[in-house]
């Protein structure tokens, strides 16, 4: 195994919107933001990459009217929401000390991945990354597995994938790659350990 390949939301920040949503709203606000943002056809069309965020408040402050100022701050804050998950980002250092190479594959918005690359340094160990938002296509579509081996000439025995849906893990086996799912109840380190990788 010479390649880690990591997705990044809830693998190495943290993406838990209910949780923010409750700092701000009472529990009704919340289930209908939830459904309204992070449930929408808009949310994924941010994660390829075919809108931006500017766009999604306007159509769905038209839609929802009525939560247009709660529409409105949510999208403009949502990525307070990533922090890291410092046990994870600790391994990716590891990782790199012991000379992986490192990449990236994550459905992730065109914006926010720009402000995380400025706000976390650990971004900067990664030999390379595939972003939905820049590709226009998204896990779990086969294509962008092999969008990453084909960019940076990766055999995909030599990889390992992590991620926090089983549905792309079971993917990326089905292009050759190893994969773990890092379920709620999964500790990286241990699977690692398992396979002799640190």
Not at 98 to 126: P, V, W
Not at 163 to 181: E, F, K, L
Request: glycine fraction near 4%; hydrophobic fraction near 40%; charged fraction near 25%.
């Amino acid at each position: 195994m010479k390649n880690i390949i990591f997705d990044i939301g809830n693998v190495l920040l943290n993406f838990q919107p209910d949780v923010y949503l409750d700092k701000y709203y009472d529990k009704q606000t919340k289930e209908d933001l939830m459904m309204i943002i992070f449930s929408s056809d808009e949310w994924e069309l941010l994660d390829l990459g075919n809108l931006m965020i500017d766009d999604v408040i306007r159509v769905l402050c038209e839609r929802y009217p009525h939560y247009k100022n709660e529409i409105t701050f949510v999208l403009k804050t949502w990525t307070n929401m990533l922090t890291p998950i410092k046990e994870n980002v600790d391994i990716v250092y590891k990782l790199k000390e012991n000379g992986y190479k490192l990449y990236l594959l994550s459905n992730f918005h065109y914006e926010a991945i720009q402000t995380m690359f400025d706000k976390y340094d650990f971004f900067n160990l990664f030999d390379g990354e595939v972003i939905s938002g820049f590709e226009h296509m998204m896990k779990p579509n086969y294509k962008i597995f092999e969008l990453l081996l084909d960019r940076y000439d990766l055999k995909a025995s030599e990889c390992l994938f992590i991620d926090d849906m089983a549905g792309n893990i079971a993917i990326a086996h089905t292009c050759g790659i190893d994969g773990i799912h890092l379920g709620l109840d999964v500790v990286l380190e241990d699977e690692l350990k398992e396979r002799n990788i640190i």
